[in-house]
């Protein structure tokens, strides 16, 4: 057995896999941010192209949306929730991937709201990531943004998370549909030998065996009652 269904215990695996991944990546470099870095401070790493610069975010992704940590928290819950949900027709090993990579940086940040200071479901998320012309992110954000590249690639291609293809899916005359049916219980009308629709029938071969019917004979002429001479007289 190799359909979808046994594939989607394989596929929910490696999505769990994808996503322990990225939390624990996510958590491992923003604690050696927190123990390398004061707040505010810098590191060029190449240049100004990138550098490590330890910033506290109670927003969104790149610290956008300020000042509402508990929003962003019910957000993230909603998030894990509705891939957690969605898993249980995952067959696509592509979505797998992308799904655990949400998955999981939505899965990073919600750990600092739950637990780092300020407060409980308060927290500042820890963002150390710094190239020219963003915000400051972490590689949390990093997951969730190629998750969902990859997941609008996958949907232009027609990849569905069951595994299956949009091309794939039977058209109307494949699957012998109500279009197919119409034209397949359609009948022609054969025309007759004259060129007349309708003319064949089942009386038109008896009449061909008949032969053509004779003409109309034409009226006799009537017999006037009295005669003519030629001087103009009449007959006694």
Not at 28 to 40: C, D, I, V
Not at 115 to 140: C, S
Not at 170 to 181: F, I, K, N, V
Not at 187 to 204: F, L, N, S
């Amino acid at each position: 057995m190799n359909g979808p269904a046994a594939r989607r215990p394989r596929r929910f695996v490696l999505l769990s896999a994808v996503a322990a991944a990225a939390l624990a990546a996510d958590y491992a470099t923003k604690e050696a941010a927190l123990s390398a870095f004061a707040p505010g401070e810098s590191m060029p790493v190449v240049g100004d192209l990138l550098q490590f610069t330890l910033v506290f975010n109670t927003g969104a992704a790149f610290s956008m949306g300020q000042g509402m940590p508990w929003l962003f928290f019910l957000i993230a819950v909603g998030v894990v929730g509705y891939i957690v949900f969605m898993a249980r027709k995952l067959a696509s090993r592509s979505w797998a991937v992308v799904l655990g990579l949400i998955m999981g940086g939505a899965l990073g940040n919600l750990v600092d709201r739950a637990f780092r200071p300020p407060a409980p479901l308060h927290g500042a998320v820890v963002d150390w990531i710094r190239v020219p012309n963003w915000p400051v992110f972490n590689i949390a954000d990093s997951c969730i943004v190629v998750g969902g590249v990859l997941a609008v690639l996958l949907a232009f291609r027609g990849v569905n998370i069951d595994g299956s293809r949009e091309s794939d899916e039977p058209s109307d005359a494949d699957s012998g549909g109500p279009q197919a049916a119409q034209d397949g219980e359609a009948e022609t009308e054969e025309p007759a030998a004259d060129g007349r629709p309708g003319a064949g029938g089942p009386g038109a071969d008896s009449a061909a065996e008949d032969g053509p019917l004779p003409p109309d004979s034409a009226p006799e002429a009537s017999e006037p009652s009295s005669a003519r001479r030629d001087d103009g007289g009449q007959k006694p």
